[in-house]
């Protein structure tokens, strides 16, 4: 997905500017971003579209896997059956569309060649292990979001050892697959990397107990403008209002009334920024006089001049927002969200309102909490300053060069 790539660039920077040799690859409809972003692509393998494939994936009642709260405090993520079910349902419906024969064949054939020292994968592209065990390489996983997967992963092997001949290791025995392709074995590192890079702040980070980096969060949104409009500063309180990138590729179970949601907030003393593009604008009849819509805006642009901002918990948006300190309202979906929501409403720096308790007065009321409420100003003044005391993506350069050599292995 195009915002997992976004999170990556910096640390590709980081180790390019060191005097490493630097390669993207992905899936050829990345491409165009990844050059955008000054960096070498290499198209490996065939396209996918993985939302349809997240919407696929039934977890039972045909509920989608994405849509389930996966938060750890609620007991029923963690009972024996649903962890189960999740297992079984993620690689045939999720797993194998992300990581795809061709582009797994592809990538192994690219690191043949090219002979990564290495390789740093997404949580979802663990096809990037594959390749890296496929020539000795290092390896080790760049999380966007809170840890979910791994979580989930290794409560599913605990229950599953008391519980011997009870389940099929599906997520396993699908690995097993591609890995036989390569005359390669599996083991449990090639699905929690050699160690992991962590983006979240310390209060915020899962504690799973695995090799962690910690590395600030630098904002990367692609190519950017700043518009004139957003060099003046604003005259009243700003608040800007963004459904994300995940809403402009087909999802539809966010902000259900657009119109309803701008009328509430119509009459309030504060300057509305909302992120819309054409499909969504044309959902607005009308626009209040408070609100200006646009269609893209650099949120590391826009959010240092907010007071406030809305949204739905997408990892790029929640991160960019901790790092500048700005007050979170929060209405999460999708899997890991909600984690990220209670969490920072816990630290203080957010307000959460479920997706289905999300009407336009709740929006109103809970903006004007976030804006009047001094706590959330203090407490996301406090997760910014947390943010910033992790090393930055130069920093963690030397860490990473050592590492690789630790876990290296000669491959004829």
């Known amino acids: 997905m195009k915002t997992h790539f976004l999170s990556m660039v910096p640390l590709a920077w980081a180790m390019r500017t060191a005097g490493h040799e630097v390669r993207v ?11 955008e972003a000054g960096l070498t692509a290499v198209p490996v393998g065939e396209d996918h579209d993985l939302l349809p494939a997240m919407e696929g994936a039934d977890v039972g009642a045909g509920v989608p896997w994405h849509s389930i709260d996966l938060d750890p405090v609620r007991p029923e993520v963690h009972a024996w059956e649903f962890l189960k079910t999740l297992n079984t349902v993620l690689p045939s419906a999720f797993f194998a569309h992300a990581n795809n024969d061709p582009m797994i064949d592809d990538l192994v054939r690219f690191a043949r060649e090219w002979r990564p020292d290495l390789v740093i994968w997404e949580p979802f592209t663990v096809a990037g292990a594959v390749a890296a065990r496929s020539v000795g390489a290092a390896h080790a996983r760049l999380l966007w979001g809170a840890d979910l997967l791994l979580d989930i992963r290794a409560r599913f092997l605990r229950r599953l050892a008391e519980r011997p001949g009870a389940a099929q290791d599906a997520l396993a025995g699908w690995l097993r697959g591609a890995l036989d392709r390569h005359g390669l074995l599996f083991e449990e590192s090639l699905l929690r990397g050699q160690w992991t890079i962590d983006t979240l ?21 692609g190519a950017a403008v700043v518009p004139d409009w957003l060099r003046e500063p604003p005259t009243r309180p700003r608040v800007c209002l963004t459904l994300g990138l995940t809403a402009r590729s087909g999802a539809d179970y966010l902000l259900g009334s657009l119109d309803g949601m701008l009328d509430a907030v119509g009459d309030l003393d504060v300057e509305i920024v909302a992120t819309l593009n054409a499909a969504q604008r044309a959902q607005v009849s009308r626009l209040p006089g408070n609100v200006r819509a646009v269609d893209f805006v650099p949120l590391h642009a826009l959010l240092p001049t907010c007071s406030a901002v809305a949204h739905h918990c997408g990892a790029g948006t929640w991160s960019t927002a901790a790092i500048y ?27 959460v309102i479920p997706q ?57």
Do not use: C, W
């Open 25 to 35: 690859a992905s899936q050829p409809g990345l491409t165009g971003t990844i050059t």
């Open 325 to 351: 300190g700005v007050p979170q309202l929060i209405s999460p979906m999708v899997f890991e969200n909600s984690y990220r929501a209670r969490r920072t409403a816990e630290v203080g720096a957010a307000l």
């Open 201 to 221: 702040p310390a209060s915020i980070r899962m504690p799973l107990g695995e090799p962690t980096v910690a590395m600030r969060y630098v904002p990367y949104n």
């Open 356 to 412: 289905n308790e999300l009407t336009p007065r709740a929006l109103r009321d809970g903006l004007l909490r976030v804006l009047e409420e001094p706590r959330f100003a203090e407490g996301a003044d406090r997760l910014r300053r947390e943010s910033l005391s992790d090393p930055t993506p130069n920093d963690i350069v030397p860490v990473l060069e050592k590492l690789t050599l630790e876990h290296q292995e000669l491959v004829p």
